[in-house]
């Protein structure tokens, strides 16, 4: 998927069969959607069958190369995974700067920024209604045989990420705005730290191997200091608004914060692109590339003149606490949809009787 739809991105190419007709990864994103009643006939009402073919799927974040087990809730569940999976995929192709029309450096369109909040919350739903729904389902003793990649700790960090990255959309699409005041862009950026914070400690434990694994760790992580940069930078810088030497110290104390969780940031990102497999460092856009400016730049400015009004040689004020707000973001509803017509035929027993059912590698 990765080799078809990429190119894209850097330069125009001929259309293929496949794509006069939609993308490679809307195609199979249909595939699945249409899959998933054929699949859900072997659960309903209890069916025998539920157990009698073993699904095979290869693992990405765990140890084991493959998993098999028989029982159709895991191959539902494993059906969601990979529909979020390749909405997320979607949800970060719109995010790849294309060259614009007027000849400048290339740029992320802000259709392609809402799109793309759309389709986050769409993977955050598939996952959500894993982890509600699907793996409640599972007997007590597959769940403790589920590969790590389909954990609930692994699920419910992704469904955040994806809101994580959507609120990361809303704060770049607010700084660019006249109309966002300070207050919008700092609750935005508090958001943003708690979304990435439970990210963070749901798959911190967990045995996640394989390289995939440890540099989707890394990925968080570096998400979750950069949002803490940012949420410190709007908080100093709205504390600075006060008129008293206590808030232009706590100020100052924010912002250099932020400043240090830059620096950090910057470290973190490196740790994950040279964890393996190697990728590059990606340019900065958006809510990063504005602040990797403005933080030095207005963190000197307000040391600055914090020194020049306040030369008694007082303490600096400790960092100040993050507000709390609540979190505005939730993953679109989904539900599983209704059984496939075809089960309820009159000659369904025939066509899907034990006598004619046989495990297979799927």
């Not at 850097?10 to 069969?17: F, G, I, L, W, Y």
């Not at 699949?39 to 073993?54: A, E, N, P, R, T």
């Not at 409640?136 to 590969?147: D, Y």
């Not at 590059?280 to 933080?295: N, V």
Request: hydrophobic residues 40%; glycine residues 6%.
């Amino acid at each position: 998927m990765a080799g078809q739809e990429a190119p894209v991105a850097t330069k125009p190419r001929r259309k293929t069969a496949a794509q006069h007709g939609g993308s490679t990864l809307a195609d199979l994103q249909q595939a699945l959607e249409d899959y998933l009643p054929v699949l859900l006939g072997l659960v309903k009402d209890g069916s025998q069958l539920q157990d009698k073919i073993q699904f095979v799927w290869i693992n990405q974040e765990d140890e084991a190369e493959e998993t098999a087990i028989s029982n159709a809730w895991y191959e539902v569940l494993s059906v969601l995974h990979l529909m979020a999976m390749i909405s997320l995929f979607q949800a970060n192709f719109l995010l790849l700067p294309k060259a614009s029309a007027d000849g400048y450096q290339p740029k992320v369109s802000e259709e392609s920024r809402r799109t793309s909040i759309d389709i986050f919350l769409k993977a955050a739903g598939y996952l959500e209604c894993a982890v509600r729904y699907v793996i409640p389902q599972l007997p007590s003793e597959l769940r403790g045989c589920l590969t790590v990649d389909l954990a609930e700790g692994v699920l419910q960090a992704l469904c955040l990420q994806a809101l994580g990255q959507s609120v990361d959309i809303q704060l770049g699409m607010a700084i660019d705005s006249t109309k966002a005041t300070l207050a919008v862009k700092r609750r935005l950026a508090c958001e943003m730290v708690k979304y990435w914070d439970q990210a963070l400690a749901n798959i911190m434990n967990l045995p996640l191997a394989n390289g995939w694994g440890e540099k989707h760790k890394l990925f968080v992580k570096w998400k979750y200091i950069e949002a803490k940069a940012a949420a410190y930078y709007f908080h100093g810088l709205i504390l600075d608004e006060g008129n008293t030497e206590k808030s232009h110290g706590m100020a100052v104390a924010a912002l250099q914060a932020a400043e240090e969780l830059l620096k950090e940031s910057k470290k973190a990102c490196e740790a994950f692109n040279m964890a393996p497999p190697l990728s590059r460092s990606p340019p900065l856009w958006g809510a990063m590339k504005y602040l990797s400016e403005k933080i030095p730049k207005d963190t000197s400015s307000k040391v600055r003149i914090n020194r020049d009004l306040y030369s008694n040689g007082k303490v600096m004020e400790a960092v100040p606490p993050l507000p709390d707000f609540a979190l505005a973001l939730t993953p679109d509803e989904y539900q599983l949809p209704p059984v496939d017509p075809s089960w309820d035929s009159e000659n369904a027993k025939g066509q899907f009787g034990f006598s004619q059912l046989k495990p297979e590698r799927t």
